[in-house]
């Protein structure tokens, strides 16, 4: 199913800016339009800011993926074995914070991508996964 | 060095063979440095460091033994900022080895070949002296460039009378956001400027942490009594920017510096035109 897997640690901030550039060159070589690569960069920041803020540190793995009727996209997953997240409706409102951010980041990564799958557990971690489609 | 078991060989062929090791010393090291340091610089540096080794290897001479660490630290820094790779570095120590084996195997004296192991040995360690200097010497280089970085891509021009423009290039973390505000805030204040013009064309992606860095600075600029308009949002940027739900509130928003210099002058009351043929 995956062309190439790569799997990056995020336990700093320079680890994020390295996540994104990760997902912005596996969309570009994918072939994705810039406002869609665009799109799943900022998804892609969102997600794994929250792993090193919220989740103390995780990491991510970017690949090219092909769904059964031949569609080619980018999939992002970041996990953590952090506190998990108690409350999932209310992570995912907008302008809903356990910090001082803007409360925008979680819906907004649910926003940019196609599909959203959100796993997580109090006391045991939290897995984001997004995919964004080839139009 | 010298065991006190009879009197030590390598100290006397040291200093007898001493114009012959140091010119092939000089030779191999030259190959690897090309032109980057000068033959007669390199020459002095080693004739010094020679020397060192020579009171050294005697025996007796602590002193020789600081001084020549000290010596090998000062050239490896040199050596590091002059962009010299490490083992092009260690090199330079390191020939010293092969430069006096030549002169032991000439002799064929066969306690000076067991006195040159424990010199091997020695010189090794001296080594990594350059080695741990030039490393260090790098990472200080390094973070000399971020800094350096950090501060040049983050200048404050003059667009016009009272405005002020900010390009902000590449990625917008905390520490560049912190010194982008300062600077402009100081600016600011030795200006007086009315309008600033914070151009994001060269930031490749907003999400929610620029946008609140963006967002800060516009209201402290605001606080010092300047209008600050955002240029540069692209379609992509835009489109991101509306799926994350950031509200820029009353901020103004454009496309282009330029559209955002004539929204600034127009604020301003200042009218360009065109200069009309009769
Ligand atoms: N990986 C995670 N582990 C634990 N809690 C999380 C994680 N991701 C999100 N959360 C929780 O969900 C809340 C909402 O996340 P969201 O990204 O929307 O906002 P934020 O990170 O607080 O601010 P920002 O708008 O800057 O992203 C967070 O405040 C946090 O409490
Ligand atoms: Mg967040």
Redesign the pocket.
Known sequence: MTAQDVELPIVSNEDVVRVRQLVRAVAAEAGMSLVDQTKIVTAAS?LA???F???GG?SARVESVVNARGRAGVRLV?T?N????PDID???TEG??????????????RRLADEFELD?KAGE??T?TVTKWIR | MSDGAGKAHLPELLRSGREAVLDRWLEVVLEGVRGRITERELKAELTELYALIERAVAGGDEEAGRELRAALAEISRSRARQGFSPSETAVSVFAVKQALLEQVSATADMQAYAEFIEFSSWVDDLGLVTFETYASAREQVIADQMEQLLELSTPVVKLWDGILGVPLVGTLDSARTQVVMETLLERLVETGAQFAVIDITGVPAVD??VA?HLLKTVMAARLMGTDCVISGVRPQIAQTIVALGIEFGDIATKASLADALAYALECSGIQVTGRTEA
């Open positions: 969102e800011r929250n792993t803020v919220h989740g995780g970041v953590d952090g506190p998990g997240i209310k992570a995912l809903w914070t356990s910090g001082s951010g803007l409360g925008l980041g979680l819906p907004g990564a997580t971690g939290t984001v | 929610t942490e609140q």
